[in-house]
């Protein structure tokens, strides 16, 4: 997701991976998952299947972890500030762990080509022997608009040419 933020020095972009629910909404699901599991595992252990309940607290205990994993996956985010001199990207979770300063004028963003039909190429902000990775995160809809935004900022794009396919599948 890409969003426009107010900035007085320039333009600044938030982006972040789509999100479908929040942390709560996530706990909500996993806890009415708990509930039928825990449901269908009395019956089957009332019923003399006794073996099923570790299996369903195994189950409940991977899918609580999936979830978390996924979640915290889905709170990275990326902060790009474009001024009349410089490009800042700033990477985190809930606080910036990684800052990159690069010069308009010499900074480019290399496009490298999707590696099936339907994945979103990749972005590559590169000046000198810097290389950084631009929302990798991103769908193809919102990196399409990332690049379009970008190019209309003066900013120099890079279209790497995919490798030819030798037609092999294995």
Known sequence: MVQHLNHAEGVRLLLTPNRSLSWRGNVRIWLCVVAVTLIIATAMALAGAWVVVPFAGLELLALAIGVYLTSQSCQRQEVLTINNSDIRLEKGRRR????????????????????????????VLIHRDVHVSLGSFLNVEDTEALVRFLESRGLTIERKQPEPDPGLWF
């Open 96 to 123: 910036k762990l990684s800052e990159w300063t690069l010069p308009v004028r010499y900074a480019r963003l290399r496009m490298n080509p999707p590696e099936h039909p339907f994945a979103p190429p990749k972005l």
